[in-house]
């Protein structure tokens, strides 16, 4: 079993996109709750290597950036823009400080909030984020989800992954992800919980209306395949979603 613990990421998460709840469930809820992005301009905050800044250039938005601190995960970005240019583009930068860029119409952040180990850290994402959208547009994303019980952390194995915590969960704590993907290669990443109530906070004074959470939604075509019932039933991950006003 090759191994990836605590050290460079980048090939392990990218592998992790064949684990089949990131195309039936993630992937699925994120462009059902994005509705229709034809002719939109697209920021992509925490964008990794870049797979969800070019799955939305597919779906007809007008322009698509992604933005992440590691500049490993941005050479990934950028060698697939070279190999198959659709017209993304890719900064190094920590979201948190990230400046003024221009007005988007909508902001994603798949999994970067919940990288935030104190409220401050977890403002300052969502300032970035805010800062960054024309009158109007919208913040959405993805978010270990924090409102689920401890008690479960343990039991999604079958799904190529399984979460560990502190047994009784405090703010800036770590929720430590394992993945084991389909190729046996097995990598770690380490979330922060924060209190649901820090989150509703951050939006709030980051100058958000209508945050919500958002169960994730399960592909129609899996809607009678047993094997998801205890993921939907127990949903690990969780959606966003916040306007500006």
């Given at each position: 079993?090759?191994?990836?613990?605590?050290?460079?990421?980048?090939?392990?998460y990218?592998?992790?996109?064949?684990?089949?709840?990131?195309?039936?469930?993630?992937?699925?809820?994120?462009?059902?709750?994005?509705?229709?992005?034809?002719?939109?301009?697209?920021?992509?905050?925490?964008?990794?290597?870049?797979?969800?800044?070019?799955?939305?250039?597919?779906?007809?938005?007008a322009?698509?950036?992604?933005?992440d601190?590691?500049?490993?995960?941005?050479?990934?970005?950028?060698?697939?823009?070279?190999?198959?240019?659709?017209?993304?583009?890719?900064?190094?930068?920590?979201?948190?400080?990230?400046?003024?860029?221009?007005p988007?119409?909508?902001?994603?952040?798949?999994?970067?909030?919940?990288?935030?180990?104190?409220?401050?850290?977890?403002?300052?994402?969502?300032?970035?984020?805010?800062?960054?959208?024309?009158?109007n547009?919208?913040?959405?994303?993805?978010?270990?989800?924090?409102?689920s019980?401890?008690?479960?952390?343990e039991?999604?194995?079958?799904?190529?992954?399984?979460?560990?915590?502190?047994?009784?969960?405090?703010?800036?704590?770590?929720?430590?992800?394992?993945?084991?993907?389909?190729?046996?290669?097995?990598?770690?990443?380490?979330?922060?919980?924060?209190?649901?109530?820090?989150?509703?906070?951050?939006?709030?004074?980051?100058?958000?209306?209508?945050?919500?959470?958002?169960?994730?939604?399960?592909e129609?075509?899996?809607?009678n395949?047993?094997?998801?019932?205890?993921?939907?039933?127990?949903?690990?991950?969780?959606?966003?979603?916040?306007?500006?006003?």
């Open positions: 079993m090759k191994q990836a613990l605590n050290g460079d990421i980048t090939q392990g990218k592998d992790s996109r064949k684990l089949p709840f990131r195309k039936h469930v993630e992937e699925y809820s994120l462009f059902q709750i994005a509705g229709d992005i034809t002719d939109l301009s697209v920021l992509d905050l925490g964008c990794g290597e870049g797979y969800y800044t070019r799955r939305i250039k597919q779906f007809m938005a322009e698509t950036m992604g933005v601190i590691s500049s490993r995960m941005i050479r990934q970005a950028e060698s697939a823009e070279r190999k198959n240019p659709i017209g993304c583009t890719y900064m190094i930068h920590d979201v948190a400080t990230l400046p003024f860029l221009k988007f119409d909508l902001v994603v952040a798949m999994y970067l909030l919940n990288y935030a180990r104190t409220p401050k850290e977890l403002l300052d994402f969502c300032k970035a984020a805010h800062q960054q959208l024309e009158p547009g919208r913040f959405i994303g993805f978010n270990d989800n924090i409102t019980d401890i008690s479960v952390y039991t999604y194995h079958q799904y190529g992954f399984s979460k560990q915590s502190t047994p009784e969960r405090k703010e800036g704590d770590p929720i430590r992800y394992t993945f084991y993907n389909l190729d046996n290669t097995v990598f770690q990443c380490d979330n922060y919980y924060l209190h649901p109530e820090t989150y509703k906070t951050a939006f709030e004074e980051a100058g958000f209306v209508d945050f919500q959470w958002i169960s994730p939604i399960l129609p075509s899996q809607q395949n047993r094997y998801w019932d205890h993921f939907m039933s127990y949903p690990p991950i969780i959606a966003f979603t916040a306007r500006k006003v």
